[in-house]
């Protein structure tokens, strides 16, 4: 007989059918009913056991966590709070869960308790809520992209090269640590390393994808990417997803268009097709929020957090004019702040960036020319010498969810560029010769997954957003 899902069985299209379902015991009370799940929906099935005709040794497995196959008749609920419910006829335990030693029972456990277990939180309401709001979005994704002519390239995940050139990096080499061959200087000699030189795992796929995009013209990447930034925050992982999208002949503006189409598809998509997940996870928020004193309290629902993005254009803001504003604003004037804003060419805290979205601005917000002075060295220089074309996208409750540019496309400005930076030119020999060979105006922007999918779970710690989160002093599972 085909094991049904239970998603598909709460439908009610099987009633007074023989059907059977496989799952995890959510709870079992009465000796009757059993709660189960098998992670095809948030919702449970309720399971009715004639525990008169069941072995006593079988009742006592019935235990939260404890894996089952029903057999049983699917019929209309009696009771409340379901539709449907199955009249079981066989049940089988497949595999038993100790309650003395199984840690997830049926009570709330804090998400701090439940990043331990990470191997066993998906089987909870919450974290499979939003694992499967995660993987709809990462569909949507590709959707997207698809639907508009992009093509998806594989970046490599070893590089020789700093994309960022922010030196944080996780080297990749297979020299004995201990006993590294050594050059006459009596420096590590790398030659001698697995590829003959100094690698790392990429902090961004963009340089890769930006000569993908000066032959494919509209390319995208989506994946992982790696940064050794030793900072304990909830917005930042040492191991997170990436999006970068690199088109030619699209100039900043398009490069802003692009991101703000793109980013309201996908949360669209999440709103259509995964009601039932951002149900439960807006009442989660509500309880959560509930526990917070007042001033602390988002006076957005989750689905209106989503409106708040879906229903607003973007307001686009030179950095500038954010300064000033931001200058000028309250907080800083009382030294609110954690760093102040004292003049033009400071960088922005997430602090400065939530501000403009939440209190000032109230939409999602992107910035644009940035000093290149805190930009990196790829972006296109403006005619002012001071700024560049860059882009970040704030958004409520996050910070920046984006950050992109037009990138330079002219040979001797880059070159300059480079040198002045202090990066080494002869590693970046590749992505120098692009714009000498049919260069062209191009631009593109790398979403940070995880802070996407942040925002649309309404979660609040980004450990929790990913299945095994990787940070300072954590690599377990
Ligand atoms: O602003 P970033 O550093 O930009 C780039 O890497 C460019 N190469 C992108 C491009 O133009 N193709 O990172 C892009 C986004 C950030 O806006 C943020 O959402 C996310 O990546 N991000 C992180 N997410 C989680 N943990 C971290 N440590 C992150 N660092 C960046
Ligand atoms: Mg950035």
């Keep these: 007989m085909k094991t049904e899902s239970i998603k598909e069985l709460l439908t009610g299209e099987k009633v007074l059918q023989e059907v059977k379902v496989k799952g995890w015991i959510r709870t079992f009370r009465s000796n009757r009913f059993i709660a189960l799940n098998d992670g095809s929906t948030i919702h449970n099935i309720q399971c009715v056991v004639d525990f008169e005709n069941t072995e006593e040794e079988i009742l006592k497995q019935l235990n939260t966590g404890a894996a089952i196959s029903v057999t049983g008749t699917l019929v209309e609920s ?36 439940l990043r331990e277990k990470a191997h066993l939180r998906v089987r909870t309401s919450t974290f499979s809520a939003v694992m499967r709001v995660r993987s709809a979005l990462s569909f949507a994704v590709h959707e997207y992209f698809n639907k508009n002519g992009f093509y998806y390239v594989n970046t490599p995940v070893i590089t020789g090269s ?51 995009a000066m032959g494919l013209g509209k390319v995208y990447t989506f994946g992982p990417t790696f940064r050794a930034e030793n900072s304990n925050t909830s917005r930042h992982l040492a191991e997170f997803w990436m999006i970068e999208p690199e088109v030619a002949f699209l100039d900043l503006d398009g490069n802003m268009d692009l991101a703000e189409d793109f980013i309201k598809y996908v949360i669209k998509y999440a709103l259509d097709n995964c009601k039932d997940d951002l149900e439960f996870l807006e009442n989660r928020l509500l309880q959560e929020e509930k526990t917070k004193p007042q001033a602390e309290r988002s006076d957005m629902t989750l689905t209106e957090k989503l409106h708040f993005v879906l229903d607003n254009n973007f307001k686009r803001v030179s950095y500038t004019e954010a300064i000033d504003i931001l200058k000028n604003s309250k907080p800083n004037k009382k030294k609110k702040f954690n760093y102040i804003i004292e003049e033009w060419g400071a960088d922005l805290q997430s602090e400065h ?99 996407l999918v942040l925002f649309a779970t309404g979660m609040t710690n980004i450990r929790d957003v990913i299945p095994f989160p990787r940070t300072p002093q954590n690599a377990e599972f």
């Design 353 to 451: 960036e939530r501000f403009l979205v939440e209190k000032h601005f109230k939409a999602p917000v992107i910035l644009f020319d940035y000093p290149a002075k805190i930009k990196a060295f790829y972006m296109r220089q403006n005619d002012d010498n001071k700024t560049v074309r860059a882009m970040d996208i704030l958004f409520p409750g996050i910070g920046e969810i984006v950050g992109g540019s037009q990138r330079e496309e002219r040979y001797d400005v880059l070159l300059d560029k480079v040198k002045a930076m202090g990066i080494d030119e002869k590693e970046l020999w590749w992505y120098l010769e692009l714009r000498k060979f049919g260069t062209a105006q191009h631009s593109g922007f790398g979403l940070g997954f995880e802070r």
């Design 162 to 212: 700093d994309a960022e050139g922010a030196g944080e990096m996780f080297r990749v080499s297979t020299l004995d640590p201990k006993n590294p061959p050594l050059t006459e200087e009596n420096e590590i000699n790398y030659k001698e390393d697995f590829f003959g030189k100094e690698t790392n795992l990429t902090v961004s796929g963009q340089l890769e994808a930006e000569t993908y």
């Design 78 to 113: 009696q009771g409340k709070g379901q539709s449907v419910e199955i009249q079981v006829k066989e049940l089988k335990v497949l595999g038993i869960a100790n309650p003395e030693e199984y840690p997830i029972q049926p009570k709330k456990h804090s998400l701090e308790f």
